[in-house]
């Protein structure tokens, strides 16, 4: 299975770009990247997900290095209800056979 | 409209216990999950279902039998509760398998005395 390795937390000022870093320097060529959060006590919410071109939703962006061993999470403007734990994750398997390995993740602590 | 749905949101019961937590969505998905996640924070699949089919079963003992009657609902069920099994259960669920974006329920925090 490919690992991810993200810090353990990071603090953001609100209105700031939050940038979350992660490494996957294992992961296999048709292996996808997603971001999930959770927020206190709720279950975890989607974020994004991408193969090896950068992605934009109305969340969030993704950017995947050309190697593809590590990639980006960026909140163009945190608010303080952005403060969650956030996952990077490496898909396993394919199907529907396939599973999210959720790692520790990065609590991100945003501040006025 | 709550698209997945769980209860009971807290669960306090004896060790030695069999209990029920229930799980439903209303996505229209075809596949479910059981997430287990500890005192310490990580998150792990238990179990997931396709089409009322059992897809993915981790090592978990044998005391947790999920249920699939239909495939809205997905129930889990722990015979012989013990105390290490107190942690917040999450349901999960997907239009497919676990490459699309999985919705996760609110989340039912058991505690075994």
């Known amino acids: 299975d490919a690992k991810t390795t993200q810090p353990t937390s990071m603090d953001c000022a609100e209105g700031r770009a939050a940038n979350l870093p992660c490494n996957h320097s294992?992961?296999?060529?048709?292996?996808?990247v997603y971001w999930y959060r959770q927020i206190h006590s709720q279950g975890p919410q989607y974020i994004i997900h991408?193969?090896?071109n950068n992605e934009t939703n109305e969340m969030a962006s993704l950017i995947i290095t050309e190697d593809r061993k590590s990639s980006t999470l960026i909140l163009p403007h945190a608010t303080l209800r952005d403060t969650a734990v956030y996952y990077c994750?490496?898909?396993?398997?394919?199907?529907?056979?396939?599973?999210?390995?959720f790692g520790t993740g990065t609590r991100l602590q945003v501040t006025l | 409209d709550t698209a997945v749905s769980q209860t009971p949101k807290y669960l306090v019961t004896q060790m030695g216990n069999d209990k029920s937590i229930k799980c439903e969505q209303n996505?229209?998905?075809?596949?479910m999950y059981w997430y287990k996640q500890d005192s310490k924070k990580f998150l792990k699949i238990m179990f997931s279902?396709?089409?009322?089919?059992?897809?993915i079963n981790e090592t978990v003992p044998n005391r947790f039998s999920p249920k699939s009657p239909d495939k809205a609902h997905l129930n889990l069920h722990i015979n012989s509760l013990e105390l290490g099994d107190s942690a917040v259960y999450f349901c999960?669920?997907?239009?497919?398998?676990?490459?699309?974006?999985?919705?996760f329920g609110p989340g039912t925090r058991l505690t075994v005395l």
């Open positions: 999960a669920s997907s239009l497919g398998g676990g490459a699309d974006t999985q919705y």
């Open positions: 294992t992961i296999s060529g048709n292996e996808y």
């Open positions: 991408g193969l090896k």
């Open positions: 994750i490496v898909r396993v398997g394919s199907g529907t056979a396939s599973k999210l390995t």
């Open positions: 996505l229209g998905h075809d596949t």
């Open positions: 279902y396709n089409n009322k089919e059992l897809i």
